[in-house]
């Protein structure tokens, strides 16, 4: 038997392909996004419910790849650390940002949530995108029942 998740790899790939502007427009890189999508999965609620079946996000295990999206952000081109700017804030700038007192709204619990929201709505829309696309093809009720089966 064949698993639903496999039988829609290519049309994957075509929505990855049409939602490539969307992933442009928002905070993430190309390199954040799959690392987003390697935390989302997929799941069909009441597949066997060909009126109220839906293409679903589990965004749950978004929250445990924060620290590895804060590391890619950090990187520059070719995994290579970015170097500070020189802004010339001084040394009084300096001891504020070492103390923790610098107010910079980038760092910290507040940033990673509202990272992590974006990616939560972000990773939503790509699988009504999916579904969608499904649908338009004529796919999503063998998707569905295939799920149903499993």
């Known amino acids: 038997m064949t698993n639903w998740q496999d039988m829609i790899v290519g ?8 939602f490539s502007s969307r992933v442009d427009g928002s905070q993430f890189s190309r390199q954040e996004w799959g690392l987003i ?9 009441n597949p066997e419910d060909e009126a109220n079946a839906e293409l679903v996000a589990d965004t749950s ?6 620290p590895e999206l804060e590391k890619i952000t950090e990187m520059g081109p070719m995994g ?8 010339g804030t001084g040394i009084l700038d300096s001891i504020r940002d070492a103390l923790g007192l ?5 760092n910290g619990a507040g ?3 509202q990272r992590l929201e974006e990616a939560e709505t972000l990773v939503s829309a790509y699988a009504d995108a999916l579904q969608a696309h499904l649908e338009s093809e004529g796919r999503w009720n063998e998707v569905r029942a295939a799920a149903a089966k499993e």
């Open 11 to 18: 049309d994957r790939m075509t929505v990855d392909e049409e």
């Open 37 to 45: 999508m390697t935390a989302a999965t997929f799941e069909i609620e």
């Open 61 to 66: 295990q978004l929250s445990s790849i924060l």
């Open 80 to 87: 290579v650390p970015q170097q500070e700017s020189n802004t």
């Open 102 to 106: 610098a107010g910079n709204a980038s």
């Open 111 to 113: 940033h990673d949530e």
